[in-house]
Antibody
Framework: QVQLVQSGAEVKRPGASVKVSCKVSGYILNELSMHWVRQAPGEGLEWMGG????????IYAQNLQGRITMTDDTSTDTAYMELSSLRSDDTAVYYCAIDLGNGSYEYWGQGTLVTVSS | DIQMTQSPSSLSASVGDRVTITCRAS??????LNWYQQKPGKAPTLLIY???TLHSGVPSRFSGSGSGTDFTLTISGLQPEDFATYYCQQSYSPPSFTFGPGTTVDIK
């Protein structure tokens, strides 16, 4: 049984950074492609970044380039997404999701609400 | 970047209705198209991948079709639990898997 468990809700000031974790169980982190998706209140799903399945490199959405970093700790099968220089429009639920090889997200984390407010 | 559009943005339907949602890609994506369902406060769930392959456990009233740039999600016989928002997603250019804007299906 594959499960993705994310870290808890965060409240941040504008200009700060946030780091959200996603612990994978039931699968080995090295054997999957981890992605991050966010959803602002009342809005649709926005793809943020993912791991290229062939070369393992992180690819980020153009509008987040320079502010987003995806990392992982294979010893604990935990993935991380860090977003810096936070703005109010970064307020959203952040999801991790995994592609097991067929180009779709079979499994999702439960979501982490990040609120950016002064 | 590949852009995705969906129509309609919302629709009202009754239990038992046949519902069709359309998704269009800005360039050909072959059959690299997925559909997700999302209910309020929950993470999305995968319905269909590869344009027409039903994900395990998804009821057969859901079906997908299309290739190239134009795709369709059909719900044959809408059930109360199907009132939700539906998103298409292209997976043609991994790992950049962009989503459509969503279609909300609500009760007439």
């Amino acid at each position: 049984q594959v499960q993705l468990v994310q870290s808890g809700a965060e409240v941040k000031r504008p200009g700060a950074s946030v780091k959200v974790s996603c612990k994978v169980s039931g699968y080995i982190l090295n054997e999957l492609s981890m992605h991050w998706v966010r959803q602002a209140p009342g809005e649709g799903l926005e793809w943020m970044g993912g791991i290229h399945p062939q070369n393992g490199k992180s690819i980020y959405a153009q509008n987040l380039q320079g502010r987003i970093t995806m990392t992982d700790d294979t010893s604990t099968d935990t993935a991380y997404m860090e977003l810096s220089s936070l703005r109010s429009d970064d307020t959203a639920v952040y999801y991790c999701a995994i592609d097991l090889g067929n180009g779709s997200y079979e499994y999702w984390g439960q979501g982490t609400l990040v609120t950016v407010s002064s | 970047d590949i852009q995705m559009t969906q129509s309609p943005s919302s629709l009202s339907a009754s239990v038992g209705d046949r519902v069709t949602i359309t998704c269009r890609a800005s360039q050909s994506i072959s059959s690299y198209l997925n559909w997700y369902q999302q209910k309020p406060g929950k993470a999305p769930t995968l319905l269909i991948y590869g344009a027409s392959t039903l994900h395990s456990g998804v009821p057969s009233r859901f079906s997908g079709s299309g290739s190239g740039t134009d795709f369709t999600l059909t719900i044959s016989g809408l059930q109360p639990e199907d009132f939700a928002t539906y998103y298409c997603q292209q997976s043609y250019s991994p790992p950049s898997f962009t989503f459509g804007p969503g279609t909300t299906v609500d009760i007439k």
